[in-house]
């Protein structure tokens, strides 16, 4: 474990001791704890999992500190009073033993995560076969296009779609379910751009379609290639970058 | 040499999915046991030194995969690694895992933060699918996982994932946050990892 890694671990401790301490019903003063957490995790390198997971404990724990100020508001007749059910039902926030009970699962829940990262990662180690292209890397042969060469493109559907008319209707088409039918559509292979987009394409459709695949480029989930001046354009799947 | 274990071998070579012991059964015209039986000894023969490949069971099914020490000299020739999931997304595939079926309102309460795009990218890898709607006001779409979901995971059943109700044990039975759905983890445990496929 690092430096950073023993830092993380201290503090989730000191936030644990504050935990405990509320759950008795202590008044703690969870600022130091939250200015901890903000040094050990406010650099860009930081592991944004442990800092979610400490960020979520911070805040129930003050939360909790809040809760603590209040006044106890006396139960109404015929109700249960402050240690029947959860609270969550008359929106007063979970009573201090489902509190607890929350917090816990939240950690046995972060401790399945980690072990099922652990199966995906070792899974991602064994290759079957077909799985993914086998390609030269993007960009070895073909050279990326600039963004105005592709809105030139963009103009020329543009034009095509231009002339029809269709009925003003809401189009339930979202620039993120048009990424993910590009994705489907290229299933990890290239395609042709115009393909992209349906012969009958609206308007609308098109600016969604060509949103979308500016989305997937600006994502680094495709590439846009083109072989010689005015020539096709392809449109190429890349592994994402923002996954490990 | 055991004659199905060329077959079996041609088998699991030309099949991009993981195929159960009795398909192959079905498909050599043998039965299960003697299938089993040449299933360990190509095993055993993959398992050597000289063989960059082996036999793996995941998702109730064999496959032939390469030996994960050659992982780097084979993501050389795919031009990258498979994509990870993101925190994001291997959250919400646990969430659905353990608490299938179920609605994203539910999952985004669990979270505390929306899970419209996470879960978006579990559908586009066919790691989560619509399993049908609650009857409630809305008919919110219930999700569930599926087949793709072990074998993205590297795993033979749901009795190899961890068991969210022995985590919690610890500190005694209790009502789980997270439900354990009938024949997930820690539904039916001694599973050894040895056993044979239901596949």
Known sequence: ?244 | MNPLLPMVEALLFASEEPVGARRLAELCGADEPAVREALRALERARARPESGIQLELVAGGYRLVTKPEFAELVAKLKGSRPPALSPAALETLAIVLYRQPVTRAEIDELRGVSSESALGTLLERGLVREVGRRKTAGRPVLYGTTKKTLVALGVRDVRELPDPGALLSREGPRQLYFRVPEGAPGQRRGHSPAAPPEA
Do not use: N, Y
Not at chain 1, 19 to 24: D, G
Not at chain 1, 51 to 75: C, H, I, K, N, Q
Not at chain 1, 155 to 170: F, S
Not at chain 1, 194 to 211: H, K, N
């Open chain 1, 1 to 244: 474990m690092g430096r950073e890694g023993e830092e993380a671990s201290r503090l989730l401790e000191e936030i644990a001791l504050v935990e405990a301490r509320l759950e008795k019903g202590e008044r703690v003063p969870v600022g130091p704890i939250a200015r901890a957490a903000r040094d050990a995790f406010g650099r860009p390198e930081a592991d944004l999992e442990a800092a979610s997971l400490a960020l979520v404990r911070v805040a129930r724990a003050l939360e909790r500190a809040a809760r603590l100020d209040l006044p106890e508001a006396p139960p109404a007749d015929g109700e249960a009073g402050p240690e029947g059910g959860d609270g969550d039902e008359d929106g007063e926030g979970p009573s201090p033993d489902a509190w607890a009970e929350r917090l816990q699962e939240l950690e046995a829940f972060q401790e399945v995560v980690q072990a099922l990262r652990a199966f995906e990662r070792e899974a991602r180690r064994r290759f079957p076969r077909g799985q993914g292209p086998t390609r030269p890397p993007v960009g070895a042969s073909l050279p990326e296009l600039l963004p105005d060469e592709l809105v030139r493109a963009f103009e020329g559907v543009w034009r095509r779609a231009a002339g029809r008319r269709a009925t003003v209707a809401r189009d339930p088409v979202t620039v993120p379910e048009r990424m993910a039918e590009i994705l489907r559509l290229l299933d990890g292979r290239p395609a042709a751009f115009e393909r992209l987009f349906r012969d009958d394409a609206s308007r609308r459709e098109v600016i969604v379609t060509f949103l979308a695949l500016l989305e997937l480029v600006r994502a680094g989930r495709v590439a846009v290639v083109q072989e010689r001046p005015l020539g096709p354009i392809t449109v190429v799947p890349r592994s994402r970058p923002d996954v490990r």
